[in-house]
């Protein structure tokens, strides 16, 4: 099993910054770093929706449309833990955030919720105007 923890979600003003950490523990935690590893959000009212993936190596990633040029994700294998930095951050960023694991290395794309088998309990992310 693989448990993940999401931090560093909190109240920010439209324009500023936030950066997320999900750290991962548990039996299958030393596996961490072949693992596709990503960050899903879901607004009240919404569908969870994809935010952006990393792949094991941290040499290929995704983002959605939506957070391109805004949004940076990385991740460091040695501590287990996969980051989202977010800058010029929108109310319409505003959702509780989610990270996931998919137990594969690498696949295209990795934007499918399906594909992802472990989840955190969410951060949530406010962003006010």
């Known amino acids: 099993q693989l448990q993940l923890v999401e931090s560093g979600g909190g109240l920010v003003q439209t324009g500023g910054s936030l950066r997320l950490s999900c750290a991962a523990s548990?039996?299958?935690?030393?596996?961490?770093?072949?693992?596709?590893m990503a960050w899903f959000r879901q607004a009240p009212g919404k569908e969870r929706e994809f935010v952006s993936a990393?792949?094991?190596?941290?040499?290929?990633?995704d983002y959605a449309d939506s957070v391109k040029d805004r949004f940076t994700i990385s991740r460091d294998n040695a501590r287990n833990t996969v980051y989202l930095q977010m800058h010029s951050l929108k109310p319409e960023d505003t959702a509780v955030y989610y990270c996931a694991a998919d137990l594969f290395a690498s696949r295209t794309p990795m934007t499918d919720l399906n594909n992802y088998v472990y989840w955190g309990q969410g951060t949530q992310v406010t962003v006010s105007s």
């Open positions: 990393i792949n094991w190596s941290g040499s290929r990633t």
């Open positions: 548990g039996r299958t935690s030393s596996s961490f770093s072949t693992y596709i």
